[in-house]
């Protein structure tokens, strides 16, 4: 929020001193036309007054503006993040230090006008330039940046970086762009996710060890003490799933597309087959299942893996879902024009829905939500109750995961009508 305030009045200051620029010249323009017409006025004493203050005037705030237009040039010089700006024809007037670094422009220097895709072979960022341009509105846009380099020996240490872009439209066709480098954040993710992997890994094989030890202490002990290995079992079991879903996830992003075993399916009887699966749980809620849609509808998928995402999603709708209510399944086919045809999958529940907030985190992993949507039902008041879960926080980052392998997208909404969770999945006919 302090880097997007910051922004938005660094902008703001640039098109404050355009506009008074502007006005200034439009001001001389004017006096002059004035002195030039009117021949008389020109040659009468009160006029010649009046010019040089006009003159003495312009010149101290054009002086006032060059003095703001320095210190907006200084600010931008020490900001946390690159600028840069572009005429009309894209050519590069200005930029500071850390878009230099950045973009490798260390050679520019002031005052040199080219064309900014002679100093930056970016198309992205061109096309960026070009769409703000156009459409008169700023727009954002991340992409991986290959850096260049004259020096052979220098281009093989370089690292692509992963950029993102803001970009401003300005007076006159011209464009500022405010630039930040994502990698190191990015590393830092990975390093971060690789650690908490190998964790995993390493505590894999003795929480195997205390299972069995628990569940061989459950079977000798006798009451009292069986009851504090009874409460140990379920949290053992917990800690071994919660490691065996992050090592799941884990290998599907190291790499999705060998972790699917692509075959035909039919998609009603594979929910069919996963709703008779988790028919214990919509009986001990009275919940009921109601499907719509294409009745044979055959796709690309790897079948376990599709069936692992339809067991979450109904799973997290049931937990969530009032007593006696029901839980919607829609199949259709989509016939789009601008990309290949496409399945839509919509699970759509009349629980309390996700809290606004939550909405853009739901599939990250271990992100743990409101607890105004940790709810459950009991059958005696047919209302819903606060709970805490015990889930892993992994069920919808593994769901993500698996639909991107299969080339598809997935989204967490609120239902306009059901006020529920509304969780759609997108996924390629082939």
Excluded at 124 to 146: A, N, S, Y
Excluded at 169 to 175: A, E, K, S, W
Excluded at 278 to 292: F, G, N
Excluded at 352 to 357: H, L, M, N, Q
Aim: proline share 5%; hydrophobic share 40%.
């Amino acid at each position: 929020m302090v880097l997007l305030a910051f922004l938005l009045g660094l902008g703001i200051g640039i098109c404050l001193w355009l506009w008074q620029y502007t006005q200034l010249q439009a001001r001389l323009r004017r006096l002059l036309r004035t002195v030039s017409n009117d021949s008389e006025m020109a040659t009468s004493l009160g006029a010649i007054p009046r010019l040089r203050h006009e003159i003495v005037s312009a010149r101290q705030q054009r002086e006032e503006l060059q003095a703001k237009l320095q210190t907006w040039e200084q600010l931008m010089q020490v900001a946390p993040v690159g600028y840069l700006q572009v005429d009309e024809e894209n050519q590069l007037l200005w930029c500071n230090q850390q878009a230099q670094q950045l973009l490798g422009l260390q050679k520019w220097e002031p005052g040199q006008v080219r064309l900014l895709l002679e100093w930056v072979r970016s198309y992205e960022l061109d096309q960026l330039i070009e769409q703000t341009r156009e459409r008169q509105q700023p727009q954002v846009k991340e992409w991986l940046f290959h850096r260049t380099s004259a020096d052979a020996a220098a281009l093989s240490e370089l690292r692509a970086l992963t950029v993102n872009a803001a970009t401003l439209p300005l007076q006159n066709g011209q464009v500022g762009v405010f630039l930040e480098n994502r990698q190191p954040l990015l590393d830092l993710a990975r390093t971060r996710d690789r650690w908490v992997s190998d964790l995993a890994h390493e505590l894999k094989t003795p929480l195997t060890s205390i299972l069995l030890v628990v569940e061989n202490l459950q079977q000798q002990l006798e009451p009292p003490y069986k009851l504090w290995v009874d409460r140990l079992l379920p949290e053992v079991e917990r800690l071994i799933s919660l490691v065996q879903n992050w090592l799941e996830l884990s290998q599907l992003e190291l790499d999705p597309s060998r972790q699917l075993k692509r075959e035909p399916v039919e998609l009603r009887s594979l929910i069919d087959s996963v709703c008779h699966t988790i028919e214990p749980l919509t009986q001990r809620q009275q919940l009921r299942l109601s499907y719509s849609g294409a009745e044979t509808l055959w796709i690309e998928a790897d079948k376990s893996r599709l069936t692992q995402v339809l067991l979450n999603l109904l799973d997290n709708s049931i937990k969530y879902s009032p007593f006696q209510s029901t839980i919607w399944v829609n199949v259709e086919l989509i016939n789009s024009e601008t990309k290949s045809n496409y399945v839509q999958i919509n699970i759509i529940d009349s629980g309390c829905g996700f809290p606004a907030t939550d909405l853009p985190y739901v599939f990250e992993r271990l992100y743990r939500g409101d607890l105004a949507r940790a709810r459950q039902t009991t059958p005696d008041s047919k209302k819903i109750s606060p709970f805490t879960t015990h889930g892993s926080g992994l069920g919808l980052a593994i769901v993500k995961q698996i639909v991107s392998a299969h080339g598809g997208t997935v989204k967490a909404m609120n239902h306009p009508e059901t006020k529920g969770a509304w969780l759609q999945i997108e996924l390629p006919t082939q």
